[in-house]
């Protein structure tokens, strides 16, 4: 199982986790800023996709 953390705004995957962590230990590399658009991200404005490999 992985999960993909979606940019809420323009819909870029920023993120793939292998298993769930915090949000915000994963935005932390990025400032918590979307690399594609820029968009300051808080938890409720992206979504993360839960995918079974
Ligand atoms: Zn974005």
Known sequence: ?????????CGAKIANMRMLK???????PYNSKCPSCG?????SEFSVDV???
Request: proline letters at 4%; glycine letters at 4%; one cysteine or more.
């Open 1 to 9: 199982m992985s999960v993909d953390v979606v940019c809420g705004k």
């Open 22 to 28: 915090s949000i915000k230990d994963v935005m932390r």
């Open 39 to 43: 968009q300051t991200l808080s938890p």
């Open 51 to 53: 995918q079974k490999n």
